[in-house]
């Protein structure tokens, strides 16, 4: 394209944090400036293999979300981190590029900075990669989430020191050990949020005969979830459908339940971090075990999961602060410092 | 203590140390415990902690404080005072920036040039605009001026006639009339002069008068434009039926009336016949002196 680095000279350059539950936009100089579901909600006109059109992306989509009629379809078009519909996720990218544009005048055409997953094989990078370009971004970089996520944290990512990440997001759960802007050892588990939700559904109908939506058990997990126990149990009451009677009832929950239903995804969390330790090179070990792991993403924020971490592991572990959007502000430190680094931090392909 | 506490919020570090000594612990058994480095522990305690990162540092914190056991309620406060180092993203190697200084450049340069062109194409646009009415309305007048003057270029160098009719002529015309306007002028100030020396009523010239009388009487709705010969809009609007009008301006006026059929023209007390101007009801003519 001939005037795509015309283009480029009006677009502003952009750090994605592709996530399985949230995007987020970063825009260089501005911040984070969009923040919404990575939900599209599809229009099929003709029925089921007809032409589809988007209906509706991010926020709006998300509240459609399993309160669809027949012609319209939800879709989560990322799935453990890495793209499960390419078009959908071309849309979407190209949905919410076009929003953080507020330009009319020309296409935007900007260089973006897209968060992958550090297990994403070659196939996964190159399809992300791929899908950006085909939203109209001219040239593409990446970087790996936990990396991004160190950054966003505030940890000297490039002292000749060893700093553990883990970075709990929507479908996976990636563990780093990080020095001189590179990760030294990583490991990723696709256990995440999602996985906490499915398996508070699993739990609620095992053992209360009730099924419940995604939206609830989402709600279950934010408001009582917890990786610790409590001394004083919370509890919530939600209703879901009955499966003997197939009426709607309401079922009381509480927070002591969510810790025995979230027990097998926290233990392969923590079985990864033992891992990355036992792998990591005694240096950088001796290193961790002093300055401790430092929790990103949506999951730090899930109540006692620093204290379960640090009892089996025996580091401080703390949370950052604003866990949910340190890799966008880590990618978006990257991208400030892009031209001066030289690509340091970049993944390959 | 509590009182005190809730008057002036304590630093978090006094907070640590004064519960660390009520449980009677020293930094290395409280490091031990909280697997937090002494030193660590010691410039929590004493608030130097420039060179802690933030982020570990808030972590410390309220890690010692669950250990000690103090109310995260307590320390939350103070929280804010408390600053750490703010590593900044560094690459390990120096190296030469990639953005040029020229990309700048290059921004503003077609942001020149767009403007440049838009302007341009204003420009052009206004003009032409501008020229086309002015050729409108001169066209009639030089064609009057050019039948004058041709007649008299004629007699002298017995040139034959240019025909009038092409659009060539047409614009030749419109220039001429436009370079012309100082002749008459000139001449009429001569003809002044002249009449002040002589005397008033002994020019024969006199006779004709300068501003011409036009009147308008509508029996149906219908849009006029007039505009005399120096160019003044004598009338542009949309005349209701049964409305009559009278302006004085100086000839050739040139006319546009949108419903000819429901339109009495009158100049100078002469009724004008619009029919041979008129095409699809609507008449369009140049009127000249009579």
């Given amino acids: ?298 999951g730090a924020l899930l109540r006692g999961i620093d204290r379960l971490i640090a009892e089996e592991t025996g580091l401080p572990v703390f949370p950052a602060d604003d866990p949910l959007t340190c890799v966008a502000r880590g990618g978006g430190k990257a991208l400030e410092m892009m031209d001066q680094n030289n690509g340091d931090f970049f993944a390959s392909s | 203590m509590t009182n005190q506490r809730e008057l002036i919020p304590m630093r978090p570090g006094d907070i640590l140390r004064l519960a660390r000594q009520q449980q009677g612990l020293t930094i290395e058994r409280a490091s031990e415990r909280s697997r937090i480095k002494p030193s660590v522990l010691e410039a929590i305690e004493s608030g130097q902690t420039d060179k802690i990162p933030s982020v570990y540092l808030r972590g410390y914190i309220r890690n010692y404080a669950r250990y000690l056991g103090v109310e995260s309620a307590e320390l939350e406060p103070g929280m804010g005072a408390v600053k750490g180092a703010d590593p900044q993203v560094k690459s390990i190697f120096t190296v030469k920036p990639r953005r040029s200084s020229g990309e700048k450049w290059l921004k503003a340069t077609s942001y020149l040039a767009a403007s440049a062109l838009i302007a341009t194409l204003a420009w052009q646009f206004t003009h032409e605009a501008v020229r086309f009415s002015q050729g409108d309305s001169t066209l009639s007048a030089g064609t009057a001026v050019r039948t004058e003057s041709d007649k008299q270029a004629q007699e002298k160098s017995g040139i034959p006639p240019r025909s009038a009719n092409t659009h060539l002529n047409a614009s030749i015309a419109s220039v001429e009339a436009r370079g012309r306007p100082d002749e008459p002028a000139s001449v009429s100030v001569a003809e002044q002069a002249w009449r002040a020396v002589s005397g008033p009523n002994n020019d024969d010239t006199a006779g004709v008068p300068d501003s011409y009388a036009l009147s308008i009487t509508t029996s149906a709705d219908t849009w006029v434009e007039i505009t005399d010969a120096a160019g003044k809009q004598l009338e542009l609007d949309l005349l209701r039926a049964g409305s009559s009008r009278d302006y004085d301006g100086q000839p050739p006026f040139d006319i546009m009336i949108g419903r000819a059929s429901a339109v009495v023209l009158n100049m100078n007390g002469d009724d004008i016949d619009l029919v041979p101007h008129t095409r699809g009801n609507v008449a369009r003519m140049s009127l000249q002196a009579q």
């Fill in chain 1, 1 to 298: 394209m001939v005037f795509k680095r015309l283009r480029g000279l009006f677009s502003n350059d952009l750090s994605i944090d592709l996530g399985t539950a949230n995007t987020l936009i970063y825009v260089r100089g501005q911040g984070i400036v969009l923040n919404q579901p990575s939900v599209v909600a599809v229009r099929m006109d003709r029925g089921p293999g007809g032409p589809q059109h988007v209906a509706a992306v991010g926020l709006a989509a998300k509240q459609m979300l399993g309160r669809t009629p027949g012609n319209i379809r939800t879709v989560r078009p990322l799935k453990d981190g890495v793209i499960a519909d390419f078009n959908m996720t071309e849309a979407l990218l190209q949905h919410f590029i076009r929003e953080v544009h507020t330009s009319r005048f020309l296409r935007p055409s900007p260089r973006v900075l897209v968060c992958v997953p550090c297990s994403s094989t070659q196939v996964e990078r190159k399809a992300i990669k791929e899908s950006a370009e085909g939203a109209g971004a001219r040239e593409v970089f990446l970087v790996e989430e936990p990396m991004a996520a160190a950054i966003g944290a505030g940890i000297p990512v490039h002292e000749a020191r060893g700093a553990m990440v883990l970075d709990i997001g929507g479908g996976t759960s990636e563990v780093a050990v990080i020095s001189l802007n590179g990760l030294v050892y990583s490991n990723s588990v696709r256990v995440g949020g999602d996985q906490f939700d499915d398996a508070i559904i699993n739990y609620v109908r095992r053992n209360y005969g009730t099924l419940i939506g995604e939206t609830t058990a989402e709600r279950i997990k934010i408001q009582i979830g917890c990786a610790w126990p409590d001394e004083e149990p919370e509890s919530m009451e939600v209703s879901g459908r009955n499966l003997a009677e197939g009426v709607p009832r309401n079922i009381t929950i509480t927070s002591n339940e969510v810790l025995e239903a979230l027990n097998e995804s926290l233990s392969s969390i923590l079985e990864a971090v033992k891992t990355a330790l036992e792998q990591t090179p005694p240096e950088l070990c001796s290193d961790v075990a002093e300055t401790g792991i430092v929790l990103t993403g949506g």
